[in-house]
């Protein structure tokens, strides 16, 4: 069978999964099974079919679970938004497909990733233009910068910044990582090489800073300071680069907590919710009451305590950055589990994708956008069932929001670039390596 | 009886999840097995690295006998019939796949700019950073005033006899001289 059509089986079996879920849920509230339900679930379907067709036509090689992994997320995310907010996951289902064009256009036009290291210091760019864009024009939504509102819709442009410095730093570590693991200095016991080469990391870096201080944004700054020394040592396997980075990230969040309140509380609301329960405890508090309610088979699509009599949903935010509430209530233990697997599934492919390209920029390029997807996974999931302290950011694929799911489906694209290209030049036919080639 | 569908449904999502990341665990873990066996990559050689030239028997004995009469510095005529195919073999590099094997053939240059004999595009090279030329019976190594030196055993030369199974590393790259 080729790797198409597994793709394909896959995507039927993430089809029917998510028609079920979305009759089921339409089922739990007004009682009935509507035919309008299922059409909505072919409706899905067909997105995503289209996707396979693209990657069929462009990336024939490319790994065949990347995509129907992200089908089942989508729609288990999808179908709790409508459970939630029904108007909303007719937006969300809209920027579905906007992020199903913008995979599309990322595959036709970009075709092989490694054009873009060409352009990899005006990618690099582009990602601080959109960050600073955020710290000058944004609006701030519960303590944190993040959105800017522009043409009637609020974007979140940090994540489409996520990718570009993603690509930006996996094209500058590849053809620096000799120099920066062999250094010529030390300070404090750290190797620092030269500074015409550290600079721009430097400069990344001090970035992070900058958008916890002006963004007061903690969980996007964690994010890219994670990608960032995690993309570093791999670069140079070198852990001390990891130690000290990790080392000057807690030293500004403890700064952060102590300074800025609004990281302060959510640090305060991780040690003891109890205390605080009726102010700033009781979104984290909710949730976990939420996620506990729905037990082991959980209380079924449509059928869970997620709204009061007002429609307010029980936990604030429950359909962007405490989703995962709703469905560990909804589909149980079992469900929520399933849900943690999808995304492990979903780090192993990229893990094996970047361990099997060919080139330093793919690798790292894979790995790098493997490890901003698994970090941001288990930040907000990590907050959501207070492991760590809550950080807002979505739960990919499942949370609602454009940004998230548009810039996200762009991230897959890249992978599967990175995916169809390693396989060509490990088992391409010859038409294929040259139709590749060309491209370059 | 909608409370029934219900459950159905529930117990199908359910079910319908784990068979799915099932499925896609064994498939992907027999991805993993086949590809044990698949061979090798044919990595391709980095751009502008000169294609390994295998030669035949015969072409060998013309190319020696043409040597034999080739210019040497001082206008000396070498003789090589000792050496039956003087190599450098990439022993490790950054840029070079392990193993590669480049005949040395009269007067080679050895830098980062491409129109070097042996192009190493990295970092630790300059452009034009050492040359290779037959002396006498032997094959010599020059440095020609490189920023970061050539060596040959792990010892800084500016001019140097190769040996068999001599080091030379320049940057990151060591090759092993082979006669």
């Given at each position: 069978m080729s790797r198409r059509t597994t793709e394909l089986l896959y995507l039927v079996l993430a089809g029917a999964v998510s028609t079920m879920a979305y009759v089921s849920v339409y089922a739990g509230r007004y009682r009935e099974i509507h035919r309008a339900t299922i059409v909505y679930g072919l409706v899905f379907v067909a997105i995503f079919l289209v996707l396979h067709i693209v990657v069929r036509v462009f990336?024939?090689?490319?790994?065949?679970y990347l995509l129907p992994v992200t089908a089942l997320l989508a729609a288990i995310g999808l179908t709790e938004i409508f459970r939630i907010r029904p108007a909303l996951a007719l937006l969300q289902g809209q920027w579905l497909l906007v992020g199903a064009l913008l995979f599309v256009l990322t595959v036709v036009i970009?075709?092989?990733?490694?054009?873009?290291d060409r352009y990899r210091y005006l990618i690099g760019a582009l990602g601080l233009a959109l960050l600073v864009a955020t710290i000058v024009a944004g609006t701030t939504v519960n303590g944190a910068k993040l959105w800017i509102h522009a043409f009637g819709m609020s974007i979140q442009p940090s994540e489409f910044a996520k990718l570009a410095i993603v690509v930006f730093l996996a094209g500058y570590l590849d053809d620096k990582k000799v120099l920066l693991s062999v250094p010529t200095r030390h300070l404090l016991g750290v190797p620092v090489p030269a500074a015409k080469y550290f600079g721009p990391l430097v400069l990344m870096w001090g970035l992070t800073l900058v958008m916890l201080v002006f963004?007061?944004?903690?969980g996007m700054s964690l994010l890219f300071m994670a990608v960032f020394v995690a993309l570093l040592y791999m670069a140079t396997n070198r852990i001390v680069y990891v130690v000290a980075g990790g080392a000057l990230f807690a030293a500004a969040a403890g700064l952060a907590i102590w300074l800025v309140p609004h990281v302060g509380d959510r640090f305060s609301v991780w040690l003891d919710p109890w205390s605080k329960a009726d102010t700033t405890g009781y979104q984290l508090l909710q949730s976990l009451f939420t996620i506990a309610d729905?037990?082991?088979?959980?209380?079924g699509f449509g059928r869970?305590?997620?709204?009061?009599?007002?429609?307010?949903?029980?936990?604030?935010d429950l359909q962007t950055d405490f989703i995962f509430a709703a469905i560990a209530n909804e589909m149980g233990l079992l469900g929520a589990v399933a849900v943690i697997l999808c995304f492990v599934l979903f780090f192993w492919r990229g893990a094996r994708i970047a361990t099997q390209a060919p080139d330093g920029f793919s690798k790292l390029l894979a790995a790098g956008l493997a490890t901003a997807f698994a970090l941001q996974t288990f930040i907000i999931l990590g907050g959501v069932t207070r492991l760590i302290p809550l950080t807002g950011l979505t739960l990919p694929f499942?949370?609602?929001?454009g940004s998230s799911i548009t810039a996200n489906l762009v991230l897959v694209a890249l992978l599967l670039m990175v995916s169809h290209r390693t396989n060509v030049v490990r088992a391409g036919t010859d038409v294929e390596r040259r139709r590749l080639a060309e491209l370059g | 009886m909608i409370d029934i569908v219900l459950l159905v449904l529930k117990i199908a999502i359910l079910f319908l999840l784990y068979l799915f990341i099932w499925q896609v665990v064994r498939g992907a873990v027999a991805d993993v097995r086949g590809s044990?066996?698949?061979?090798?990559p044919d990595v391709p050689l980095p751009e502008g690295t000169r294609p390994v030239v295998t030669r035949t028997p015969e072409e060998r004995r013309r190319l020696r006998e043409e040597r034999l009469t080739e210019r040497t510095e001082s206008g000396q005529v070498m003789d090589?019939?000792?050496?039956?195919a003087p190599r450098l073999i990439v022993e490790q590099s950054p840029i070079v796949p392990v193993g590669v094997v480049f005949p040395l053939d009269g007067w080679i240059t050895v830098g980062r700019?491409?129109?070097?004999?042996?192009?190493?595009?990295?970092?630790?090279?300059?452009?034009?950073?050492a040359r290779l030329r037959p002396r006498d019976q032997v094959y010599v190594v020059e440095d020609?005033?490189?920023?970061?030196g050539t060596f040959v055993n792990e010892k800084a030369v500016t001019e140097a006899p190769l040996r068999l199974d001599a080091r030379l590393r320049i940057g990151e790259t060591v090759f092993r001289y082979e006669e």
């Open positions: 990336l024939s090689r490319a790994d065949p970009v075709r092989d990733h490694t054009r873009l963004m007061k944004d903690f729905g037990g082991v088979l959980g209380s869970g305590f997620l709204l009061y009599t007002s429609r307010q949903p029980v936990v604030p499942v949370s609602y929001g | 044990a066996v698949v061979p090798a090589l019939t000792r050496h039956i700019a491409p129109n070097s004999d042996i192009v190493l595009d990295e970092p630790f090279v300059s452009s034009t950073h020609l005033g490189s920023t970061n």
